[in-house]
């Protein structure tokens, strides 16, 4: 009897090996089951966050596309003053050459020809003896262009 007892019956040990086997397929199943819904949730929250950074970059995108347009429309008033500027300062020089140009005469063009040599001669810098064509009444001219009138010598 004691050999009855000791030894499990073969339909017990049928079962315990079919229960084991069941068991072992659950958890196999289990785990397979397991890391594909894992690999799922792994996918999605891939998805989630490459749609977070194309959301980021998007967003910088248009902030550096605003700060662009910014510094663009600062360049153009810029350059917009910047020709004020020049237009106002020909104005000036416009009105002061018509103020010049009614007062000029060639009485006063000799005075400041005279004194412009005076300073050369005075300067030490260029003491060299220069020619000048001059026109009727001492009037330098400035360039010998055709249709100019010729410099001749005085008599």
Avoid: C
Avoid at 70 to 96: D, F, M, P, S
Wanted: aromatic residues 4%; positive net charge.
């Amino acid at each position: 009897m004691s050999n009855r007892h000791d030894s499990r019956s073969p339909i017990a040990l049928v079962l315990a090996g079919t229960l084991a086997l069941v068991i072992g397929v659950g958890i196999i199943m289990g785990v397979i089951a397991g890391s594909k819904a894992f690999g799922r949730y792994q996918s999605m929250s891939d998805a989630k966050n490459e749609a977070q950074i194309a959301l980021v970059h998007a967003r910088n995108k248009v902030t550096v596309t605003e700060i662009e347009i910014r510094n663009q429309n600062q360049r153009i008033q810029v350059t917009k003053q910047k020709a004020q500027i020049r237009y106002e300062e020909a104005v000036g020089l416009r009105h002061a050459q018509d103020e010049v140009a009614k007062t000029l005469t060639p009485l006063y063009v000799q005075m400041e020809y005279a004194r412009a040599l005076e300073e050369i001669a005075k300067s030490g810098k260029n003491n060299s003896v220069v020619y000048i064509p001059t026109g009727e009444g001492g009037v330098p001219l400035v360039s010998g262009v055709a249709g100019q009138p010729q410099v001749s010598p005085r008599k």
